[in-house]
């Protein structure tokens, strides 16, 4: 079973990393599948607090669960090394994200979305709550 739980985690780790489809698609799905989207700006090899957010709350089989059922989501990702350089077009994009929702530059910025865009709640820090309480924020 804990080989099982380690597959399933590595492939939406590849996912998430490998992140494909716009923001704006991201919409439209969320659109058509009835969910919220889950829109998070991190510094993924710079910002501790933003890699401890991936690890310790996107990564986990209770938020993934949760995730699936309810959430669409996109990381507008900020890395600083040219080793993790981002292609053109998403660098773009998540500038343009930035401009929009996070003109003041905080990392890790966590926001829950409608499908139109609008923000329904924001958290300008490293959730203090534990997975299944920052679950329960993002249902209500």
Known sequence: MKK????????????????????KQKLETAKT???????YFSGSDWCAPCVKFKK????????????TENLVIYNADF????KN???????KENETLADKY????????ILLLDAE?????????????TVEEFIGKLKK
């Not at 996070?102 to 910025?109: D, Q, T």
């Open 56 to 67: 310790f709350i996107v990564n986990t089989p209770e938020f993934q669960t949760f995730a």
């Open 102 to 109: 996070n003109s003041k530059g905080i990392f890790p910025l």
């Open 79 to 82: 890395p600083r090394l040219s």
């Open 33 to 39: 599948e009835n969910k919220s989207v889950l829109l």
């Open 85 to 91: 350089k981002l292609a053109k077009e998403v660098e």
């Open 4 to 23: 099982l739980i380690a597959i399933v985690l590595l492939l939406v780790n590849i996912g998430f990393a490998q992140q494909t489809e716009t923001f």
């Open 117 to 129: 865009g609008n923000v329904i709640k924001k958290w300008e820090e490293y959730p203090k709550e």
